[in-house]
Structures are given as structure tokens and as C-alpha cells.
């Protein structure tokens, strides 16, 4: 169902400034997953209003999802290249992702077990790594090419995700001038990459942190990670025999409410309950609010692993588009390099979350942290 709707960048951009012009205090709410929080809050599982002469409509709820008819799929113009990557060329594809999180793991076990270990610095330098290798080769092998790619990628994303949505990028020359002389450099390489990164290193953050901070869990997942795999890589072929690995992963896009908001327009008259949804509306999939629902999720809050053990479970959660067929190539190769990642990470480190740390999200078009998020590491040989 959101195959191509999860990372539709610009039906979210039309949106945002379709929420802002009618409900000023979006802002305050501090994003748009929040305001949808507060509206759904209020408004039960379908909340509509009118931007102009077009009708929107935010859904809720599973069951509102599930009976939401919405005709206007195309293929994702990133499911080629994703499919090329991790489809015709698989075992090369895992081999650059493999190597680049030895190189990673290896940098970390260097450290002292007190040292603090910058997760989302590291994490997303490894997701900008592993999309540019693949899609552009040698290039990007280069550590200053990266930084410097990495560094216009984020200005340019920050921008998508919060200068549309105050109308601050309007209103500083200085910002609007760096945003668009970075998306001038980037211009050709773009497409290829402004998708990817952030699904990818934004689930490896959250994955790492809450191992951290769930002991129990970690230890549960190197058992199996020792039991499957032994001290072999990890190969695409294997990857379906990590049950407990992908339950983490569903877990970890759950509850860190991975992707808070998708958007579709309607083209075609659809029905939702007793509510007609007109050709031309834009429907939003309040995907953050579905996410931490606690009558599809018992006790949502949680980090539970386990819950994904449940056949009705993983059916919500496909429905919703984060996994199986419904699962677009963005969150598909996150989940490849996910995996990647824990199969060594875990079977050589403990990790431990700093004391006293206080993760708070950012939700913008993928959730992250708002700051970085620390943690020490420990062989497990030691």
C-alpha cells in the first residue's frame, strides 16, 4: 500500500503547506507528526479539513488504512536502482555494505570501554557511505567526498523537513542561498541517494539504542545471531533465518515511529467507514499515530521485539508498508544494511547506553534524534 507513498517527498511538502496555512500552530506542536497526534487526539481515527478548494484527510488507524482504496500507484523511480543494487547484483551489494561495517565495528572496538561513542555521526556517515558506493562507485571511497556530499545532503534535507514547514527558509537570504547553491551541487546525484540515507541511518540509530538500553534483548539476539551464522558473514540468503534480527528491526521502526507521515493523493472517489474521501483529496497516513496505537499494539510504548512473533501483528504491520511486498525499496535496503550492521556489531560488541542520556526524537520526513545519541562499547571476548 505505501510502497510509493512513504517517501513521497513532494505530496508531504504540499501538505505541510496545506496544514500551515489552515492550523498556524503546527508549529508550535513542533512538527507534523505531533499535530497529527493532537488532532487524531481530538478527532478520533479520520480527521478532514479543506486547504482551499482541495479536501484533506488524515486516517489513524489500521482499520481505516485497511479499507482505504487509493488506485494511484506507480513504480517508485528508486525502485530501479535499489532493485539493480540489491537484485540483480546481491552478493556484491551485501559484500560493500559488509565491509564498510567492519571498518566501522573495527574503528569501535578500537575504543575504551568508557569512551562515549557518537551513534548518529557514525551511523549515518555508514548509510551515506554504503548508498553512494553502490550507486556511484569509487567516488565516494574517498572519507572528504563523503563528509563534504554528506554535509550539502543534510542542509538540503533539514530544509525539506523544517524550513517548508516554518517558512523560515524564506525568510533568511543566508539559508535559502546555501540550500540552493547545495542542492545545485548535489543536483545530479540527488535522486539517487536523498531517500536511502536517511531511512537507512536512521534505523541503525535507533536499532543501536534500543539494544543499549535492552540488555535482554541484545543478549537474545546474539544467541541467535551465534546459533545461525556462527562466525560466517552474513549473506541475503541467510538474512530470512534471522527471525529475531527482523523482529528488531520491525520493533525499532515502530516504535522509533521511523517514517511519521505519508501522503497520497486521491484519484479516484474512495470510502472509509461511512465517509466518502472525493477524487482530488490528499489523504494523509498518519503513519506515527498507527504506529503507537494501543488498541493494534499492546502496551505501544514498549520496546518489544517479541510482539512481532504474533501472525496478526506482522500482518498490521505490512498493511502499513514497513514489510513484505508492501515494504518500499528505501526501507527494504534500510533493513538490508539494518541487519548487516547487528550481525556484526552484536556478535563482537556489548553495547551500553550512556547514564543520565535523554533520547528525544525529531520528527521530520524519517524520525531522528534530536541530538546525537551516545553509547560505550565492550568486546565480548574481553
Not at 140 to 149: L, R, T
Not at 210 to 225: D, G, M, N, P, R
Request: proline residues 4%.
Amino acid at each position: 500500500m505505501l510502497d510509493f507513498a512513504i517517501f513521497a517527498v513532494t505530496f508531504v511538502i504540499i501538505l505541510i503547506g496545506a496544514v500551515l496555512y489552515l492550523y498556524p500552530d503546527i508549529v508550535n506542536k513542533g512538527s507534523l507528526h505531533e499535530f497529527l497526534v493532537a488532532l487524531h487526539e481530538e478527532f478520533g481515527s479520520v480527521a478532514s479539513f479543506w486547504f482551499g478548494r482541495r479536501p484533506v484527510v488524515s486516517l489513524g488507524s489500521v482499520d481505516q488504512l485497511r479499507q482505504h482504496i487509493n488506485p494511484n500507484w506507480t513504480t517508485d523511480s528508486f525502485e530501479t536502482m535499489l532493485k539493480s543494487l540489491l537484485g540483480y547484483q546481491p552478493s556484491s551489494g551485501v559484500a560493500v555494505v559488509e565491509s564498510l561495517v567492519e571498518e566501522l565495528v573495527d574503528k569501535w572496538a578500537s575504543y575504551p570501554k568508557s569512551q562515549h561513542t557518537p551513534v548518529c555521526s557514525h551511523l549515518l556517515g555508514l548509510a551515506m557511505k554504503a548508498v553512494t558506493q553502490l550507486a556511484m562507485g569509487s567516488r565516494f571511497q574517498d572519507d572528504a567526498e563523503v563528509i563534504h556530499f554528506r554535509k550539502n545532503h543534510e542542509a538540503i534535507w533539514s530544509e525539506i523537513g523544517k524550513g517548508y514547514l516554518d517558512g523560515s527558509l524564506e525568510r533568511s537570504s543566508s539559508r535559502k542561498a546555501h540550500y540552493e547553491s547545495a542542492l545545485a551541487e548535489m543536483e545530479t546525484v540527488l535522486k539517487s541517494v536523498a531517500t536511502q540515507r536517511p531511512a537507512a541511518g536512521s534505523m541503525c540509530i535507533w536499532a543501536v539504542h534500543f539494544l543499549s538500553i535492552s540488555e535482554a534483548v541484545q543478549e537474545q539476539l546474539y544467541q541467535e545471531l551465534v546459533e545461525v551464522l556462527g562466525e560466517k558473514p552474513v549473506s541475503l540468503q541467510m538474512i530470512p533465518k534471522l527471525r529475531y534480527c527482523q523482529q528488531v528491526l520491525n520493533e525499532t521502526v515502530r516504535t522509533a515511529k521511523l517514517t511519521p507521515v505519508a501522503a497520497r493523493l486521491q484519484e479516484v472517489e474512495g470510502k472509509v467507514d461511512q465517509h466518502l474521501i472525493p477524487k482530488e483529496t490528499l489523504v494523509i497516513y498518519a503513519l506515527g499515530v498507527v504506529l503507537q496505537d494501543a488498541e493494534t499494539w499492546s502496551f505501544p510504548y514498549r520496546f518489544n521485539p517479541d510482539r512481532f512473533s504474533d501472525e496478526s501483528v506482522m500482518k498490521s504491520f505490512s498493511l502499513l508498508g514497513f514489510s513484505g511486498n508492501q515494504a518500499c525499496s528505501e526501507l527494504r535496503f534500510a533493513y538490508t544494511v539494518g541487519t548487516v550492521l547487528l550481525t556484526s556489531l552484536v556478535r563482537r560488541l556489548r553495547l551500553q547506553p550512556v547514564e543520565g542520556q535523554v533520547v528525544e526524537a525529531r520528527y521530520e520526513l524519517v524520525s531522528t534524534p534530536k541530538d546525537d545519541t551516545w553509547v560505550t562499547v565492550s568486546e565480548r571476548n574481553s
